[in-house]
């Protein structure tokens, strides 16, 4: 059976609902709670969500040669080598010890990109923004805004409780996996297995423009250093930065190879652009490579890095070429709230956000 042909993007696969204004208030209001919250506890200001850098890494992106057009699209429409920097992190909007387990988060920014920019996209650069899961935590942004509110009302619970909480969610995740399943909230709650970071796949988990068509992107790891680390087992009970002490040693000794992928929608039914809770099944489009991202060994975190990457730049889907927009409920709610999160960031640390020409504003 040949695969599916991929759907072609028209706007009105997208379909915003009425209230997505009051919508995207309410999560900047949240938003702001959580990250005045922080700023009073910290002295400094970090994002409202994915807080906690676990690796800060610069490197090359490599477009594959001889893709068909389909897949030669965007920013990956010819062969030809980028700089990048990547981003890991956990998802909470405060700084906890790794023992409290979350979900995690890669970001991806590719730099010296040409083409048609989205509206208000300065620069070159091609941002996507990914964490370790297919799907979405939430359909939408008004289901998302309930569990912001969640978080910025316990943004300032003691940590003592947030590890219990952790452990508790953790043996939950155990006995389901133990039955074959997974749960998405439990694993979201602080449920998530301790794992080493670096053996994840991540995943845009909602869709985007796919230039004329739309897909789901998702960077994997292909070197056998890394992919021995898949579901590896990391114990960072004692260590409140254990993951990224693990980063900076595996750097320290070993480069990184990743695939990004995509996988393009092809049946609209099974593949839907406004939910973004439902995974896309890979039965009916599997993800396929289309470059390859190199880290070399390095210092994986430093006070440079974090001044130029942790506080100086932001990572944003709806930075990027036209031909990448986001699409769909929770990347509309990100495009409203992301740029008052950085300009918090920005305004509160004295520390402009700007995006970089090249790998040596970054180091």
């Keep these: 059976m040949s695969a599916a042909a991929p759907v072609r993007y028209t706007p009105d696969l997208e379909r915003p609902q009425p209230d997505e204004e009051k919508v995207h208030a309410g999560m900047i209001e949240q938003f702001a709670k959580i990250q005045g919250t ?60 790794d023992s409290v387990s979350t979900p995690r988060g890669l970001a991806v920014k590719i730099l010296g990109v040409e083409g048609e920019r989205m509206p208000g996209s300065e620069g070159t650069t091609q941002d996507f923004v990914m964490a370790n899961a297919p799907a979405f935590v939430a359909p939408d942004g008004a289901a998302f805004l309930k569990n912001l509110k969640l978080l910025a009302a316990t943004t300032d619970t003691p940590q003592v409780f947030k590890k219990a909480f952790s452990a508790l969610m953790r043996g939950l995740e155990t006995v389901l996996e133990a039955v074959g399943t997974k749960s998405p909230t ?30 789901k992107v998702a960077v994997a790891p292909v070197s056998p250093e890394l992919t021995a680390l898949t579901g590896a087992s990391l114990n960072v009970n004692g260590k409140p930065n254990g993951l990224r002490e693990a980063v900076t040693a595996f750097f320290a000794e070993h480069e990184g190879v990743w695939e990004v992928r995509i996988q393009l929608l092809t049946n609209i039914a099974t593949m839907p652009v406004e939910d973004a809770s439902v995974p896309w099944p890979e039965d009916e489009s ?37 031909a990448h927009r986001p699409l769909g409920s929770i990347m509309r709610a990100r495009g409203a709230v992301y740029p008052k999160s950085s300009g918090f960031r920005a305004e509160h640390n004295g520390c402009p956000i700007h995006e970089p020409a090249s790998l040596s504003q970054v180091r």
């Design 286 to 322: 599997p993800y396929v490579a289309v470059a390859r991202i190199t880290a070399p060994r390095q210092d994986a975190w430093g006070e440079g890095k974090v001044k130029a990457i942790d506080d100086g730049l932001a990572f944003n889907p709806w930075h990027g070429l036209a």
């Design 186 to 215: 439990v694993i979201a709650l602080g449920g998530h297995p301790e794992t080493h970071i670096l053996g994840e796949t991540f995943y845009s988990q909602v869709p985007l423009r796919w230039g004329d068509y739309v897909a």
């Design 38 to 97: 922080t700023l009073k506890d910290y002295g400094h200001a970090v994002r409202g969500v994915h807080a906690k850098g676990h690796g800060l890494l610069t490197g090359s992106l490599e477009v594959l040669p001889g893709l068909p057009s389909h897949l030669a699209q965007g920013a990956f429409a010819r062969p030809g080598s980028h700089e990048v920097v990547l981003r890991l992190s956990t998802n909470p909007g405060d700084i906890l010890d």
